[in-house]
């Protein structure tokens, strides 16, 4: 398995990842038209001064995380963590956080926020032992699965 910078290219392997991830949770769409950043999923980062970072195995995408520096001073913030439920629990998940907590250090950041939707319980559980703490606030996306979104804060020392 390899860790890579993501292409433009690689936006149908991460939505087939991501439609995989949803299939697990009952209610959760994978909708195409709701993620237009995969249509270009490296410049849409790379456009926002950030980085999108998959895993490759066997010439499949097996998980990705973008890291990005907000708005806020000292802040960055991760997007699409997925891991293929293959994959779980193998130590890729650790590979990728460190990759974009790397990133991310590098550019300032003392904090590190991300979202994630209340049903992905294990994905809450593997962010608390990486040390984030849920943060008493939630989000609604108004998208085809009626979404709702907790938020994950991690300070860095």
Same mark, same amino acid.
């Given at each position: 398995m390899i860790l890579r910078p993501a292409t433009d290219a690689d936006g149908p392997a991460l939505a087939a990842l991501i439609a995989a991830t949803f299939a697990e949770y009952p209610g959760c769409l994978f909708i195409d038209e709701e993620f237009s950043e995969l249509k270009a999923p490296a410049s849409h980062y790379e456009r926002q001064g950030g980085r999108l970072v998959v895993?490759?195995?066997?010439?499949? &995408?097996?998980? !990705?995380?973008?890291?990005?520096?907000? #708005? *806020?001073?000292?802040r960055g913030e991760l997007f699409k963590v997925y891991a293929s439920a293959d994959r779980r629990g193998s130590g890729l998940a650790q590979a990728l956080y460190g990759e974009g907590e790397a990133l991310l250090?590098?550019?300032?950041?003392?904090?590190? &926020?991300?979202? !994630?939707?209340?049903?992905?319980?294990? #994905? *809450?559980?593997?962010?608390?032992?990486?040390?984030?703490v849920p943060e008493p606030v939630e989000r609604y996306l108004a998208d085809a699965s009626a979404s709702w979104e907790f938020c994950f804060r991690k300070r860095l020392n």
């Open positions: 895993a490759e195995s066997a010439g499949r &995408i097996v998980g !990705s995380l973008a890291a990005v520096m907000t #708005g *806020h001073a000292g250090r590098q550019r300032g950041a003392d904090t590190i &926020i991300l979202w !994630s939707d209340t049903r992905f319980l294990r #994905g *809450h559980r593997f962010y608390e032992k990486l040390g984030f």
